[in-house]
């Protein structure tokens, strides 16, 4: 394979990604009308996948840093494994539940007290200022990852570790703050 087969493989990758999220939020395509019953929990799923793949990149850097490649390479694999399979969880999520959370909701019975309203519009901008860079990061680091896979596993570690320097970081904070949102808006979900 070709230098230039990867970046367009990885190019073709991202963009439908993108584009199938982007569609999927904007409610583009229909979805059931009454979702399946394990729907509620995806998001939640969707958070022990992120906490699990942060603790894994962690782990991956600490073995890396020991010299333990074959242990370094096991994790990475495993987090991206997880990752894809967290992909795979929000965009079903998103397939089958039709209705968008939005933060400082009304309750289920549609009551929020002036308090909790107030509470919820400072942290709000808390809650926003964490979610766009997470959505912007999320999407800007997969060619990174697909592209830091490639190099690694075919051992061209300078070339995987320039990409690296760059790739670990985004894909560390988009792990983390997934479960900040998650449980931030947890409190908001009317399912």
């Not at 399979?85 to 019975?109: C, E, K, P, Q, W």
């Not at 509470?119 to 926003?128: D, E």
């Not at 912007?136 to 596993?153: C, D, E, M, N």
Request: charged share 10%; glycine share 6%.
């Amino acid at each position: 394979m070709t230098d230039k087969f990867i970046f367009r493989f990885v190019a073709g990758i991202t963009i439908f990604v993108i584009a199938v999220v982007i569609v999927l939020n904007r409610h583009l395509i229909p979805g059931p009308a009454t979702p399946p019953a394990f729907t509620p929990y995806l998001p939640l799923l969707n958070a022990i996948l992120n906490g699990t793949c942060s603790v894994l990149l962690l782990t991956s850097l600490y073995y890396i840093k020991q010299g333990k490649v074959t242990v370094h390479k096991r994790l990475n694999i495993l987090t991206f494994c997880l990752s894809s399979l967290f992909l795979v969880s929000y965009i079903l999520f998103h397939y089958l539940m039709r209705t968008d959370t939005l933060y400082g909701d009304a309750d289920a019975n549609g009551i929020l007290s002036d308090a909790e309203r107030s509470a919820a519009g400072g942290l709000r901008k808390l809650y926003l200022a964490i979610l766009v860079p997470h959505i912007i990061l999320a999407a800007g680091v997969l060619p990174l990852i697909l592209l830091s896979f490639y190099r690694g596993l075919q051992m061209q570690v300078a070339k995987h570790k320039k990409l690296v320097r760059w790739a670990f970081p985004i894909w560390l904070f988009v792990t983390i703050s997934g479960v900040v949102v998650y449980l931030m808006i947890k409190p908001y979900y009317h399912f």
